[in-house]
């Protein structure tokens, strides 16, 4: 049994390390309003809906690595595995953080960003921006929800820039996303990019990509992404020598939404955070 007088306290410090009482106070300076949770709402912008809730985001702490449209997750799993510690990624299709994220949707988006911006602070933050409507076997249309996404996307760079973080964004070759015009003014061209930013092609075959069908299963496939970053990817730029070889893409062929494989996977967790953005012509 314990002492009558002994005095039961909870830990002093977030799982980031920063005091919870500091923390709480540039929680609500921020919304400029008291801690809103349970039955005692106030004006604050962000709303607890338990006590359990509050407590679960003060044992929070700073993370290496996020990933958002995160699909299978197979970059955070080689994060990981590579000893950094990395954010349960954002998708639609995925539950994290007890909810899937819709990030073509406003409130989703904001609520992700806080979580990025206030909790998590990533070093680095990768986004596997959905191509659908972009992709060369895509409808070719830029509807509202991928306007929203593509926003969603440079809003994020821009913010991990801006702090001297990492980021990058990884999309199919024939994806019409680097051409779209926001893109150009923040990043711009493969040919020309902006001071600080860096354009990368990776080809699937260099990385175990194999195709999924039936009929040929496990032939080696291009299926070549590039990726834009403000840190080093070069060593992600091998190129296939025999593409005559490998199996193309079809129309009708199904394929994951990343393709992302353990072996692309790790070429890109295990790339020293902080290193200098270099291009290497073809």
Same mark, same amino acid.
């Given at each position: 049994?314990?002492?009558?007088?002994?005095?039961?306290?909870?830990?002093?410090?977030?799982?980031?390390?920063?005091?919870?009482?500091?923390?709480?106070?540039?929680?609500?300076?921020?919304?400029?309003?008291?801690?809103?949770?349970?039955?005692?709402?106030?004006?604050?912008?962000?709303?607890?809906?338990?006590? =359990?809730?509050?407590? #679960?985001?003060?044992? @929070? $702490?700073?993370?290496?690595?996020?990933?958002?449209?995160? !699909?299978? +997750?197979?970059?955070?799993?080689?994060?990981?595995?590579?000893?950094?510690?990395?954010?349960?990624?954002?998708?639609?299709?995925?539950?994290t953080y007890e909810r899937c994220w819709c990030l073509d949707r406003a409130a989703d988006q904001n609520d992700?960003?806080?979580?990025?911006?206030? =909790?998590?602070?990533? #070093?680095?933050?990768? @986004? $596997?921006?959905?191509?659908?409507?972009?992709?060369?076997? !895509?409808? +070719?249309?830029?509807?509202?929800?991928?306007?929203?996404?593509?926003?969603?996307?440079?809003?994020?760079?821009?913010?991990?820039?801006?702090?001297?973080?990492?980021?990058?964004?990884?999309?199919?070759?024939?994806?019409?996303?680097?051409?779209?015009?926001?893109?150009?003014?923040?990043?711009?061209?493969?040919?020309?990019?902006?001071?600080?930013?860096?354009?990368?092609?990776?080809?699937?075959?260099?990385?175990?990509?194999?195709?999924?069908?039936?009929?040929?299963?496990?032939?080696?496939?291009?299926?070549?992404?590039?990726?834009?970053?403000?840190?080093?990817?070069?060593?992600?730029?091998?190129?296939?020598?025999?593409?005559?070889?490998?199996?193309?893409?079809?129309?009708?062929?199904?394929?994951?939404?990343?393709?992302?494989?353990?072996?692309?996977?790790?070429?890109?967790?295990?790339?020293?955070?902080?290193?200098?953005?270099?291009?290497?012509?073809?």
């Open positions: 049994m314990p002492a009558a007088d002994a005095v039961f306290q909870l830990a002093e410090q977030s799982g980031d390390g920063q005091s919870i009482a500091t923390k709480v106070e540039q929680f609500v300076k921020c919304g400029q309003a008291n801690v809103s949770v349970g039955d005692h709402i106030t004006n604050h912008p962000v709303y607890f809906s338990a006590r =359990s809730e509050l407590q #679960k985001w003060l044992k @929070l $702490g700073y993370v290496d690595f996020a990933e958002l449209f995160r !699909g299978f +997750g197979e970059l955070t799993v080689r994060v990981r595995e590579a000893g950094c510690t990395a954010s349960e990624g954002f998708d639609k299709y995925a539950i992700c960003a806080w979580l990025i911006v206030y =909790s998590l602070k990533p #070093k680095v933050i990768h @986004l $596997g921006t959905p191509c659908t409507n972009m992709c060369q076997i !895509g409808q +070719g249309v830029i509807d509202k929800a991928t306007e929203s996404q593509n926003r969603f996307t440079i809003k994020t760079c821009q913010h991990q820039q801006a702090l001297g973080l990492g980021v990058s964004v990884e999309n199919p070759r024939g994806s019409s996303l680097a051409r779209q015009p926001e893109f150009h003014r923040v990043f711009g061209t493969m040919e020309t990019p902006k001071p600080g930013w860096s354009y990368y092609r990776s080809e699937g075959c260099q990385f175990k990509v194999v195709y999924p069908g039936r009929d040929e299963p496990g032939r080696p496939m291009n299926k070549a992404c590039f990726w834009i970053a403000n840190f080093d990817l070069s060593c992600m730029e091998l190129r296939c020598h025999k593409p005559a070889a490998l199996m193309p893409i079809q129309d009708d062929m199904y394929l994951n939404k990343e393709q992302c494989t353990p072996s692309l996977a790790k070429d890109f967790a295990t790339r020293p955070l902080g290193s200098p953005v270099s291009r290497i012509p073809n």
